[in-house]
Every structure is written in structure tokens, then in C-alpha cells.
């Protein structure tokens, strides 16, 4: 941390420095703003450098049971939900047989589950839900004959989500 104050004060002071060599112009003003780069330059590779030295000093210093004791980071981990989800949108993009064996009917679950909280059936809702996501939600959807056809568009997706989210 003191290295830091340390640094602020050196980029102040040759800020100041910047202005007043600014102001008198004892050289050209590029050869004035380069020294200026050169002094920042330097000054970042002096804290960089005491920044390794104090790491280098305390993973030297310290004991295999201090270093195994301290703070870590904690890793992280996509949880597998979400990349399955993930999976199934993209796979749901690309073709239709995905997209009526995978995604659709984990978006009908919702929109089910979501109806039944204000006491209504998925067979019910054709006008809460919309022609649209009707036709994509209703449980007596069709298979599509060209199961390796697109499937919907992400803006499809998306719309169709925000439809169920607004039940």
C-alpha cells in the first residue's frame, strides 16, 4: 500500500512537472510530452517492480503452512444447470428436432408451473400467451417432419422467454 502512495505522489509530482515545462516550454511540446510518457513509463515499472519483489519476499519468507493458510481466490465454476441450458439454446438455434425435444418442453414446465401459481392450465392460456408462443408451447405441438431444419432464432428465444417471464 505504501508503494502505491509512493507511486501517486511521483505521477502527481511529474504532472505538476508536466505543466510547469507546459508552461515555460524549454523544449517543443513533443519532446516535452514524451518526457512526460517516459517518466509515467518508468514510474509504472518501479511499482511493478517492488510489487514481484514483496511477493517474491513473502512466498521466500513464508512457511508451506502459512502459504497453505492464506486467503486464495476462490475457482471459478460454471455450475453444470447453466451450461446445459446454454447448450440446449444453442442446439435449440440451430436445429428443430433440439428444439422440440429440448428446449420446448422445459419452457412449457415453466410456463406451466408459472400458470398454476394464478390457478390456470397451459391448455387455458392460449390468449395470455399469444398466438406464437402458443403455437410453440401447446403440449399437442407436432414434431417438425425436417428434424434438421433451423430451429428459432435467439430474438424467437428471447421473445418467447420475456412472454413466459410475463405470466
Given at each position: 500500500m505504501?508503494?502505491?502512495r509512493?507511486?501517486?505522489a511521483?505521477l502527481a509530482t511529474?504532472?505538476?512537472?508536466l505543466?510547469?515545462?507546459?508552461?515555460?516550454?524549454?523544449a517543443?511540446?513533443?519532446e516535452?510530452?514524451?518526457?512526460y510518457?517516459?517518466a509515467?513509463?518508468a514510474?509504472?515499472?518501479?511499482?511493478?517492480t517492488?510489487i514481484?519483489?514483496d511477493t517474491?519476499e513473502w512466498?521466500?519468507?513464508?512457511?508451506?503452512?502459512?502459504?497453505?493458510?492464506?486467503?486464495?481466490?476462490?475457482?471459478r465454476?460454471?455450475?453444470a444447470?447453466?451450461?446445459?441450458a446454454e447448450r440446449?439454446?444453442?442446439?435449440?438455434n440451430?436445429?428443430?428436432?433440439?428444439?422440440?425435444t429440448?428446449?420446448?418442453?422445459?419452457?412449457?414446465d415453466?410456463?406451466?408451473?408459472r400458470?398454476?401459481?394464478r390457478?390456470l392450465?397451459?391448455?387455458?392460456?392460449h390468449v395470455?400467451?399469444?398466438d406464437e408462443?402458443?403455437?410453440?408451447?401447446?403440449?399437442?405441438?407436432?414434431?417438425p417432419?425436417?428434424?434438421?431444419?433451423p430451429g428459432?432464432?435467439?430474438k424467437?428465444?428471447?421473445?418467447l422467454?420475456?412472454?413466459?417471464e410475463e405470466?
Amino acid at each position: 500500500m505504501r508503494d502505491v502512495r509512493q507511486a501517486v505522489a511521483q505521477l502527481a509530482t511529474v504532472t505538476v512537472g508536466l505543466a510547469i515545462a507546459l508552461g515555460l516550454r524549454p523544449a517543443s511540446v513533443r519532446e516535452i510530452l514524451a518526457a512526460y510518457v517516459l517518466a509515467l513509463a518508468a514510474i509504472a515499472l518501479l511499482l511493478l517492480t517492488r510489487i514481484a519483489h514483496d511477493t517474491e519476499e513473502w512466498e521466500r519468507s513464508s512457511s508451506d503452512f502459512e502459504r497453505a493458510l492464506a486467503p486464495r481466490r476462490p475457482e471459478r465454476v460454471r455450475p453444470a444447470e447453466l451450461i446445459r441450458a446454454e447448450r440446449d439454446l444453442v442446439l435449440a438455434n440451430g436445429n428443430a428436432g433440439d428444439l422440440h425435444t429440448k428446449l420446448l418442453p422445459q419452457l412449457r414446465d415453466v410456463a406451466t408451473a408459472r400458470l398454476a401459481d394464478r390457478g390456470l392450465r397451459l391448455a387455458d392460456a392460449h390468449v395470455l400467451l399469444g398466438d406464437e408462443a402458443w403455437e410453440l408451447l401447446r403440449s399437442d405441438r407436432p414434431a417438425p417432419i425436417d428434424r434438421g431444419r433451423p430451429g428459432l432464432p435467439l430474438k424467437q428465444i428471447a421473445a418467447l422467454f420475456d412472454r413466459i417471464e410475463e405470466l
